[in-house]
């Protein structure tokens, strides 16, 4: 490129405003590799294109902004291109080239703010497009303008700080922006407070933005939020403007004293009550409401030594609420005069002024009402011994009526007495029992009786007032202790065995009942000789022999005492069995019969009894004899070949009939010995005929053949059953109705048990085994195996 193209350039340069030529040294990042400084010999010609800078915003559009020539052909030869962004990149059409002549026209607006360089690549072609020159950059500058406001970060700022506050205080900080270049002075912001109110209390630091204190004198009280108004300015304070806010909030501080609104308040209040609210306090604190530096604190300082009231706070309101919570008497004290002092929760500020009216007299009248009466002892707890007598005074339980300048009379009754064992004066109180309290009453709880008694006055409207009585029924001694047991064995020889352990029963309550005291009885004086007792512990002793006695039955006498006041004693007997032991001192099975049969029995009435079954014997020994001459030896019953086998297996005990009222039952011998029934028919050998069967049925029966074994006692059995049926002159022994009926009207309900069950799988016979070498036929044949 020639000299003429780079004059050609300047010049247009020139003429459009625009800065083209060497970049300064001040701006080396504008400098291109290309340019090669002058030296001897020739150079080589190649493009030289300084940035170009053109500023935003430009409206005259297309507007040129510089040509570029090459030397390498006629004109006309050369064809001109460029690339890159704002021309075939995004954004697009910004720029564009005159091929023929080489001009770059500008043809959008430019915005520094988002896009502050462009960077190009410029060709230069022969018309065959070959390529002339290498390929170089074209820079582009976007040259800052004013165009951007500055902008708060928040529309409005919030803060707050301590009323009170010394100057200096910090207390926020208002930030801003501005998209323009920050190197030029259209970034450089400046903050200014356009507007506080009348007080010049808030300042803003120009620089920074931070917002603090000048003054002193921040009051909550006068004023609690200061609104102030903030600007920020580009060009260093000159440019462009913007606007926000400060609203900043003065924090409470406990500066104001809370103060009563009077110094004096009047009250009255009913006398025998608790717990009531007598009237209202009004304070008054400037500090912010709700807060521990408004909340009011009361103290009652004088007029109530006996503590019959308290204040407290209302929360909502901050008054002070006075209320009895000890009952107030008339009759003792009608007017109370309190000094009540007021102070806030949190403590006061030590600059802050004292209150005129932190404190107040309060007075109070006692009105004057029908009170009930008291018992002086409530409850009123007495004794009584068991068993007491109708009549017995109990206690005086009376009341007192509180009103002493009214004349009043009290009357008493019961409200509760669920034996109706006392009686109550009605005039004085005076409680006695009415009849004896049975000690097993269920309203005796742990030898406690609780009645309710009731005094009323007679006023209009009357009042009550309830007493209880607790009644202790006291123990008595009126039971001596028993024995257990009256009887035992000892052996015979006093070194066997450990003695007859004896025990003793008391049915009074401790402490009438043990420790018991065990001896021998003082009357007779030998039983000491053979006889020693001693104690095991407090009930117990054991009976032993000092040397050997005799065996047999010894009784004996003894005399126990209680440990009651006074003390109960009884002299009891003791039936002492003496039988000779084995080396385990248990008495033999020998001995141990003798005890069995004569426990119990002296030896004048065992010789009657002796004497009375001998005298029996002789008696029955002749009719006995008789009986068995008359009968011969052939009838010796059905079960004659069985008689030795079956006597200790199956025992006649009894016969039973249909009842009181069942005058038809039959002879059970008929079952029993049918081979004497012979000798009973008629004459002529026929067999009396049941009624309930026909004549043609009568048939002669075969004799029958005795079971020779065990094995054929059933089918024995069962035949003779059968026979029975089919045989019309006895009786169906086989029905079991004989023994179920037991007659019409009779009071007793029936025992019989043979239609209980049709079977004897339900049975148990197991405890046949139990019973002894008797029943061992009976538990073969029925017993499990």
């Not at 030529?21 to 590799?33: A, D, F, I």
């Not at 003054?215 to 102030?228: F, M, S, T």
Request: a negative charge; glycine letters at 8%; proline letters at 8%.
């Amino acid at each position: 490129m020639d000299v003429a193209l780079l004059l050609a350039v300047g010049l247009l340069a020139q003429s459009l405003g625009l800065s083209l030529g060497v970049p300064r040294q001040t701006r080396p990042s504008t400098l291109y590799p290309w340019r090669r400084a002058p030296a001897l010999g020739r150079v080589r010609r190649a493009w030289v294109i300084p940035p170009i800078s053109v500023s935003e915003n430009h409206k005259r559009l297309p507007y040129p902004l510089v040509q570029i020539k090459s030397d390498k052909q006629p004109l006309g030869s050369v064809i001109y291109s460029i690339q890159g962004p704002g021309v075939d990149e995004e954004p697009q059409g910004v720029f564009s080239i005159d091929k023929f002549t080489g001009k770059v026209f500008l043809n959008a607006m430019l915005d520094r703010e988002k896009t502050d360089r462009f960077r190009l690549r410029a060709f230069a072609l022969d018309r065959g497009g070959a390529t002339l020159e290498e390929p170089t950059d074209l820079e582009i500058v976007v040259v800052d303008q004013n165009d951007n406001r500055p902008v708060f970060r928040q529309e409005a700022f919030m803060a707050r700080v301590l009323e009170g506050a010394v100057p200096g205080t910090y207390v926020t900080r208002a930030e801003a922006t501005d998209a323009d270049d920050p190197e030029t002075d259209n970034a450089a912001l400046r903050y200014s407070i356009l507007e506080q109110g009348a007080a010049q209390v808030f300042s803003i630091d120009e620089y920074t933005g931070d917002i603090r204190t000048v003054q002193v004198g921040l009051d909550r009280e006068v004023v609690a939020v200061y609104n102030l108004t903030l600007q920020v300015a580009d060009m260093s304070g000159d440019g462009l403007t913007a606007t926000a806010s400060a609203i900043i909030t003065l924090e409470d501080i406990n500066d104001n004293a809370p103060g009563f609104t009077g110094d004096e308040f009047f009250m009255e209040v009913t006398e025998a009550v608790s717990g009531v609210d007598v009237g209202r306090l009004e304070v008054e604190d400037r500090d912010l409401p709700g807060s521990p530096n408004w909340a009011a604190r009361f103290t009652i300082l004088e007029g109530d030594p006996s503590g019959h009231f308290t204040v407290r706070t209302d929360p909502k309101t901050n008054e002070g609420v006075l209320s009895v919570v000890k009952p107030l008497d008339y009759e003792l004290r009608d007017q109370y005069d309190l000094t009540v002092a007021v102070q806030n929760e949190a403590p006061l500020q030590a600059a802050a002024p004292r209150a005129q009216r932190g404190q107040a007299r309060i007075h109070v009248q006692v009105r004057d009402v029908n009170e009930a009466p008291v018992f002086q002892e409530n409850p009123l707890r007495t004794s009584l011994p068991e068993g007491a007598l109708p009549g017995t005074p109990v206690a005086t339980f009376s009341a007192q009526d509180p009103d002493t300048q009214q004349l009043q009379r009290l009357s008493y009754s019961k409200d509760y007495d669920p034996e109706d064992w006392l009686e109550v004066d009605g005039a004085t109180g005076w409680v006695q029992t009415q009849r004896v309290l049975s000690p097993a009453s269920p309203f005796l709880k742990d030898g406690w009786y609780r009645a309710i008694i009731l005094a009323r006055d007679d006023a209009s409207p009357p009042c009550t007032a309830t007493g209880t009585l607790s009644i202790e029924i006291l123990e008595v001694n009126d039971h001596a202790p028993e024995l257990s047991p009256p009887s035992g064995s000892v052996c015979s020889k006093p070194e066997q065995g450990s003695g007859l352990l004896l025990g003793a029963t008391d049915e009074d309550l401790p402490p009438h009942g043990a420790p018991f005291h065990f001896q021998l009885s003082p009357r007779v004086p030998e039983l000491t000789r053979n006889w020693s007792l001693i104690q095991v512990n407090v009930s117990h002793a054991r009976l032993r022999l000092r040397h050997q006695v005799p065996e047999g039955l010894h009784r004996l006498s003894l005399l126990l005492r209680d440990s009651g006041q006074p003390p109960q004693q009884r002299e009891q007997p003791l039936n002492v069995t003496v039988c000779r032991c084995a080396q385990d001192g248990v008495c033999l099975p020998g001995a141990a019969a003798r005890h069995a049969g004569g426990a119990g029995v002296s030896l004048g009435a065992l010789v009657i009894m002796l004497a009375s079954v001998v005298l029996l014997l002789l008696l029955a020994l002749p009719v006995a004899l008789v009986t068995r001459s008359r009968r011969p030896s052939a009838d010796k019953g059905f079960l004659h070949g069985l008689q030795e086998d079956l006597r200790d297996n199956i025992l006649n005990y009894d016969e039973q009939g249909g009842g009181e009222e069942d005058q038809d039952a039959y002879d059970i011998n008929q079952l029993r010995h049918p081979a004497e029934l012979a000798a009973l028919r008629d004459p002529l050998g026929q067999p009396p005929l049941r009624r309930d069967a026909p004549l043609s049925r009568v048939r002669p029966q075969p004799p029958r053949l005795l079971p020779t074994s065990p094995a054929d006692i059933a089918n024995f059995i069962n035949d003779g059953l059968e026979a029975a049926d089919s045989d019309p002159s006895v009786p169906p022994y086989d029905t079991a109705l004989i023994y179920d009926y037991e007659g019409d009207g009779s009071m007793a309900g029936t025992l019989s048990s043979i239609l209980s069950s049709l079977g004897d799988e339900d049975q148990d016979y197991s405890c046949l085994w139990a019973w002894g070498p008797r029943f061992a036929r009976l538990a073969d044949l029925y017993g499990p195996p």
